[in-house]
Nanobody, 119 residues
Framework: QVRLVESGGGSVQAGGSLRLSCAVS????????TGWIRQAPGKEREEIAT????????SYADSVKGRFTASRDSAKNTVYLQMNNLKPEDTAIYYC????????????WGQGTRVTVSS
């Protein structure tokens, strides 16, 4: 059974940092595409970071590029999102996601972790 469990969310002031973790079971993180999707209140979901299988190459949405860093630890089968210089517009629920490379959509989702950034 596939399970993704996020942790590390919370409240922080603008300019601060948070690190989200996603413990994965039932999948090997280096064999699937993993990523982070967020949903802000009243807005559509936004895919903000992805990590490719095998090489672990990363890509980012323009809204977070230069501030957020996605990574993974294959030994721990865990995916991370380091968020620096947070802004109030980063306030959202953050979901860890995964999919086989042949699928266009993310098929596995965590329960989400809330991030609140105050000005």
């Amino acid at each position: 059974q596939v399970r993704l469990v996020e942790s590390g969310g919370g409240s922080v002031q603008a300019g601060g940092s948070l690190r989200l973790s996603c413990a994965v079971s039932g999948l090997v993180v280096s064999s699937v595409v993993t990523g982070w999707i967020r949903q802000a209140p009243g807005k559509e979901r936004e895919e903000i970071a992805t990590i490719t299988e095998h090489t672990g190459s990363t890509s980012y949405a323009d809204s977070v590029k230069g501030r957020f860093t996605a990574s993974r630890d294959s030994a721990k089968n865990t995916v991370y999102l380091q968020m620096n210089n947070l802004k109030p517009e980063d306030t959202a629920i953050y979901y860890c996601v995964a999919r086989p490379s042949f699928r266009p959509d993310f098929s596995s989702w965590g329960q989400g972790t809330r991030v609140t950034v105050s000005s």
